[in-house]
């Protein structure tokens, strides 16, 4: 008697708490948003050089178009994000994955490559901050790549494009946003919950919840 008292107690209690939303960063939050923020750094230096070839085509076919190859280089907040679902979780990523890729060396130089970062991560992160850290659906998903897309998007008009035109500064944000919502947004939502499904993400809310619904 004694014994299933305790028990049922003992299943209550872990019932209670699993239903509590912390949004404390636990040791394994930490490791975890750095591996994304270090496997997405790698992902990032691939592209630093893999995107010069489309840019080259789509530069001529109308200025500001290469607005459309931002997207591999604004995921890594998003999907920080949806993963860790914590405060802070994009603008982490986001930067670490700046920094990899910054240390390693690119084209851009590191003060510039971090601080694109962490622009870039802001942008994502208050979108999540707008939903209260409690809305982690497709459309916040692609809100936040729009995010980070519109927040890096500006960075760059400032940076690397003073004095440009309108129709350039108009059709390199629309096609960053794009870029950003797409690639960023959708596909890094639906990488998230591939990552869940295998069991891989069950010590977090991500994962609990998508495999819940398998």
Do not use: C
Not at 112 to 140: C, D, H, M, N
Not at 167 to 175: E, H, I
């Amino acid at each position: 008697m004694h014994t299933s008292t305790s028990t049922s107690a003992s299943t209550a209690e872990k019932a209670t708490t699993a239903g509590k939303r912390s949004l404390r960063w636990r040791v394994v939050d930490i490791v975890v948003a750095s591996v994304i923020g270090v496997a997405s750094g790698l992902i990032f230096l691939a592209w630093n050089v893999g995107y010069l070839g489309p840019s080259a085509l789509l530069e001529p076919l109308l200025p500001g178009l290469q607005g459309l190859l931002d997207g591999p280089w604004l995921f890594a907040g998003v999907l920080g994000a949806l993963i860790i679902r914590k405060p802070g979780a994009a603008i982490y990523t986001e930067t670490l994955a700046a920094v990899v890729s910054a240390l390693v060396g690119n084209q851009w130089g590191g003060f510039l490559t971090i601080e694109a970062g962490l622009v870039q991560g802001l942008g994502a992160e208050l979108i999540f901050l707008l939903f209260l850290y409690k809305r982690w659906s497709l459309p916040v998903a692609v809100l936040a790549g729009a995010g980070a897309a519109l927040a890096g998007g500006i960075n760059n008009l400032v940076l690397w494009y003073a004095g440009a035109d309108t129709t350039f500064t108009l059709v390199y944000l629309a096609s960053t946003i794009v870029s950003g919502a797409v690639i960023a947004g959708a596909l890094s939502w639906l990488l998230a919950r591939g990552i869940a499904a295998t069991g891989a993400l069950d010590r977090f809310a991500s994962g609990r919840d998508v495999r819940a619904r398998v």
